[in-house]
T-cell receptor, first 114, second 115 residues
Framework: SAVISQKPSRDICQRGTSLTIQCQVDSQVTMMFWYRQQPGQSLTLIATANQGSEATYESGFVIDKFPISRPNLTFSTLTVSNMSPEDSSIYLC???????????FGSGTRLTVV | QQQVKQSPQSLIVQKGGISIINCAYENTAFDYFPWYQQFPGKGPALLIAIRPDVSEKKEGRFTISFNKSAKQFSLHIMDSQPGDSATYFCAASMGGAGGGNKLTFGTGTQLKVEL
């Protein structure tokens, strides 16, 4: 299965600022997924990022708030823009399985907005 | 709409006991059902997964039971250990394990195994 390096692992940010989260995969993948996990909650899909096209956002998430870049098949970034305390969550990237493997997740970015 | 319902929300089990977590789904197009284990500060890690063509899959102390007609599946942890204390998520997707479709997660179960 793919190995994902995600950073930063945690950050404390001031409201109104933006944070960019990076995920690097050790193999080429067509799709990458970005999830949000609010405190004590399950994982909610934010968007699907395909290389060479705009990300597809789930209901309730918009590009202006969560812009995503996907410059190549091994890298993606998620930016949380104009942050408010309600954005305090763990953000995770994930890649789908290749043959014989399974969905893999990054270790997550724990964001606290103050 | 919550497409995968998980219960219980929290569970306390004595060491050596059996932990059972249940999930129910609505979308009959789902054909891949993984369970993830998450420790604090870590991303979810795959524990075990099943496809609907089998009714049970066992890996070590972990067993998935699958009931296609009832649209339910469950995770059984035999001989539960304190190291199993974590949050467990069931999930479902379409297109099989290699389909690349998004996972829909259950709400999670916080398991605590006491000595």
């Amino acid at each position: 299965s793919a190995v994902i390096s995600q950073k930063p692992s945690r950050d404390i940010c001031q409201r109104g600022t933006s944070l960019t989260i990076q995920c690097q995969v050790d193999s080429q993948v067509t799709m990458m997924f970005w999830y949000r996990q609010q405190p004590g909650q399950s994982l909610t899909l934010i968007a699907t990022a395909n290389q060479g096209s705009e990300a597809t956002y789930e209901s309730g998430f918009v590009i202006d708030k969560f812009p995503i870049s996907r410059p190549n098949l091994t890298f993606s970034t998620l930016t949380v823009s104009n942050m408010s305390p309600e954005d305090s969550s763990i953000y995770l990237c994930s890649v789908p399985p290749g043959t014989g493997s399974h969905y893999t997740f990054g270790s997550g970015t724990r964001l606290t907005v103050v | 709409q919550q497409q995968v319902k998980q219960s219980p929300q929290s569970l306390i089990v004595q060491k050596g006991g059996i932990s059972i977590i249940n999930c129910a789904y609505e979308n009959t197009a789902f054909d891949y059902f993984p369970w993830y284990q998450q420790f604090p500060g870590k991303g979810p890690a795959l524990l075990i997964a099943i496809r609907p063509d089998v009714s049970e899959k066992k890996e070590g102390r972990f067993t998935i039971s699958f009931n296609k007609s009832a649209k339910q599946f469950s995770l059984h942890i035999m001989d539960s250990q304190p190291g199993d204390s974590a949050t467990y998520f069931c999930a479902a997707s379409m297109g099989g394990a290699g389909g690349g479709n998004k996972l829909t997660f259950g709400t999670g179960t916080q398991l605590k195994v006491e000595l």
